[in-house]
């Protein structure tokens, strides 16, 4: 099943974490707008996708922020659970590409290591999708 791969340096996320990228980030809010463009641009042209340092820094208070409200909202951190209660309602293709919660909340997870790695080891982000 095609989906996204997160990676930042020496971490590489889990498998297929990257596939909600876009749901996640139209969920942060418009205070993360200029960031969350500069991604969304690339989603529409590119295999892959690169968060630079600097917009991965600025983009990190806003994925943990969205992270607390998923977990709230969800009443529990356990992404495949998530997904699993989900899939009748949304489907598990869906789910997968963010229709569900499940999905985001292993996405964001992700995508938080990713960026935290990337002020450590000054290194972009990366998204790669097949």
């Not at 989906?3 to 971490?11: D, P, T, V």
């Not at 295999?47 to 806003?62: M, W």
């Not at 499940?102 to 997870?109: I, Q």
Request: glycine share 10%; aromatic share 8%; proline share 2%.
């Amino acid at each position: 099943m095609a989906g996204g791969n997160i990676g930042c340096g020496a971490f590489q996320g889990q498998d297929k974490s990257g596939s909600a990228l876009e749901a996640v980030l139209e969920a942060l809010p418009t205070e993360a707008s200029e960031w969350v463009e500069a991604v969304r641009q690339q989603l529409d042209t590119a295999e892959f996708v690169l968060i630079e340092v600097e917009t991965a820094a600025r983009l990190l208070p806003f994925l943990q922020d969205y992270q607390t409200r998923l977990v709230a909202e969800i009443g529990h951190d356990d992404w495949a659970r998530a997904a699993q209660d989900e899939e009748a309602e949304v489907g598990a293709v869906a789910g997968k590409w963010g229709a569900g919660s499940g999905w985001r909340l292993y996405c964001v997870g992700d995508l938080i290591i990713a960026c935290q790695q990337a002020a450590l080891e000054h290194e972009p982000v990366y998204v790669v999708f097949d």
